[in-house]
């Protein structure tokens, strides 16, 4: 759950700007690599009942996600983003204020989706986007608490949307409610004051989540699961827009991870799709499916079970 958007990517190259549509929202991003893995994936947020809602709808019918608990608004837009990944920073501009996915809240929550659910997978940006969408993201993480649903949470930082003192107290409870923590080592360095990727992930399980993701971009994963922790390489890549990348690695982990109960081969299948996303322009379309990962890996999916740890 959480927020989709329409995503306006700039081309790279001198003169006046020119920008590639297509789509974005880390959580949408997650559930589009899960589905492209296979993974039977359905989504929860608002849209406005417009031009870029119905695209964004039918985006996820191409995609296989159901979207059947989506609520349409006639009363607010759907969101929409330029990110510049040319410049020395990567920068986004938002226009989301009002969006009609920050109206969500509590009450709206598909309930019974997330009991039926393995998995709930949502974000800090899910809950930074307004005071209705924080509450109605630890709702429906005490509700898959409760029904047994994982909870896995991802705490991508924005600081345009929030203060980092908000983000942190908001982040932190909800990592105590999840079961896999999906950080990224740029963002967990900010929020919590620690430099070291090992710190790090103590951290994180020190908060409840029994398997910590922590997510380093160029330089793999550390993964930390039932008293084990190991290092995941990154796989070849060339980059040119890493927009989208982590969101990818964590939504081709939960698919793998589902799939095979190994969070360490789900964690090497990611770093593969994670090295692909980041090769292409936007947050989705570079996104690999299944058969392009395998062949990536040269591996049938049952050697890449046996994985060895690095
Ligand atoms: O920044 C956001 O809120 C987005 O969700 C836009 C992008 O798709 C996302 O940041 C990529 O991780």
Redesign the pocket.
């Given at each position: 759950m959480?927020?989709?958007?329409v995503?306006f990517v700039r081309e790279p190259g001198p003169g006046p700007k020119r920008y590639l549509r297509g789509?974005?929202?880390?959580?949408?991003?997650a559930a589009i690599a899960a589905a492209r893995q296979g993974a039977e994936v359905a989504f929860f947020t608002a849209l406005g009942n417009d031009e870029f809602g119905r695209d964004i709808l039918d985006l996820w019918a191409d995609e296989g996600v159901d979207a059947s608990a989506v609520l349409l608004r006639e009363d607010a837009s759907t969101a929409i983003?330029f990110?510049d990944p040319h410049a020395e920073e990567r920068r986004?501009t938002?226009f989301?204020a009002g969006s009609a996915a920050s109206r969500v809240t509590a009450a709206d929550v598909p309930e019974a989706a997330v009991r039926a659910a393995a998995v709930l997978h949502l974000?800090a940006?899910s809950q930074?986007?307004g005071t209705g969408p924080a509450e109605a993201g630890f709702h429906a993480m005490r509700i898959a608490r409760a029904a047994g649903t994982l909870v896995s949470y991802d705490t991508?930082l924005?600081l345009?949307?929030w203060s980092l003192d908000t983000a942190r107290a908001t982040t932190e409870a909800a990592l105590r409610l999840a079961d896999i923590a999906l950080p990224s080592l740029d963002d967990a360095r900010i929020l919590t004051g620690l430099d070291d990727a090992d710190a790090i992930v103590d951290a994180h399980l020190a908060l409840g989540p029994g398997i910590v993701v922590l997510k380093c971009g160029a330089d793999g994963a550390v993964i930390a699961a039932g008293g084990e922790r190991r290092r995941i390489p990154a796989a070849p890549a060339r980059p040119v827009d890493s927009?989208?990348?982590?969101?990818a690695f964590g939504g081709a982990f939960l698919a793998r991870f589902i799939e095979t109960g190994d969070p360490f081969a789900a964690g090497h299948y990611a770093a593969a799709v994670a090295a692909a996303t980041v090769s292409g322009f936007g947050?989705?379309e570079p996104i690999p499916r299944r058969a392009e990962v395998e062949a990536m890996l040269g591996a049938a999916p049952t050697e890449l079970d046996a994985a060895a740890p690095t």
């Open positions: 959480g927020e989709p958007m995503e789509f974005g929202g880390d959580v949408s991003n983003y990110v986004f938002y989301r974000s940006i930074a986007i991508n924005r345009k949307l927009t989208g990348a982590g969101d947050a989705v």
